[in-house]
């Protein structure tokens, strides 16, 4: 069955950096794009990065420059570093695997908690 596994999350002071990985299973991983997307209470998922199946890559604006979204197909994982990390960076990073050919399909993750706090 299709599984995405997230891992890497933590406390972490302000100014620190994080290593947020992926698994997928289940799935032709190279036929999807892959996004991270981060929660807070009472508030909406937010789209943090994006990598298309070509690895094209877009980040949300309040963090660009910070954060690094990648893919390793062969490992069939994708990364999300984050550097530089505020603690309105503070969340829930759910990991998703998305295909759009007729129809839109989405897979999620169990999301993994990342607190950024002195």
């Known amino acids: 069955q299709v599984q995405l596994v997230e891992s890497g999350g933590g406390l972490v002071q302000p100014g620190g950096s994080l290593r947020l990985s992926c698994a997928a299973s289940?799935?032709?991983?190279?036929?999807?794009?892959m996004n991270w997307y981060r929660q807070t209470p009472g508030k909406e998922r937010e789209l943090v990065a994006g990598?298309?199946?070509?690895?094209?890559?877009n980040y949300a604006d309040s963090v660009k420059g910070r954060f690094t979204i990648s893919r390793d197909n062969a490992k069939n994982t994708v990364y999300l570093q984050m550097n530089s990390l505020k603690p309105e960076d503070t969340g829930v990073y759910y990991c998703?695997?998305?295909?759009?050919?007729?129809?839109?399909?989405?897979?999620w993750g169990q999301g993994t908690q990342v607190t950024v706090s002195s």
């Open positions: 998703n695997a998305r295909r759009q050919v007729l129809s839109r399909v989405d897979h």
């Open positions: 289940g799935f032709t991983f190279s036929s999807y794009a």
């Open positions: 990598i298309t199946k070509t690895s094209g890559t």
